[in-house]
């Protein structure tokens, strides 16, 4: 699903700077340049910070999960240690 955006992003720079160049009377080929550059540098931030978004809900739930796993084993653990305090 990134590469899809990148690949969108990237296509949707390049139209953007072919339209520059194509309609530019004024303006210099750089300036169109640029407007390409920062298209393509918000549309990759804006993958990146939905990536980091997905990355950090994964992160809590693994969290969440991962306490769940230890408590069961600490109890099972005093189980554990009850039982044989019980045969001696």
Do not use: H, N, P
């Not at 300036?31 to 804006?46: H, L, P």
């Not at 969440?64 to 240690?81: I, M, N, P």
Request: hydrophobic share 45%; proline share 0%.
């Amino acid at each position: 699903m990134k590469v899809r955006y990148c690949m969108t992003a990237c296509a949707a720079a390049a139209a953007l700077l072919v339209a520059g160049i194509l309609s530019a009377k004024e303006e210099s080929v750089k300036e169109d340049a640029r407007k390409a550059g920062r298209a393509v540098g918000s549309a990759a931030r804006e993958v990146w910070q939905g990536a980091k978004k997905a990355g950090k809900e994964v992160g809590q739930e693994a969290k969440k999960a991962g306490q769940a796993v230890g408590g069961a084993a600490k109890e099972g653990a005093r189980e554990f240690k009850r039982a044989f305090k019980g045969e001696k």
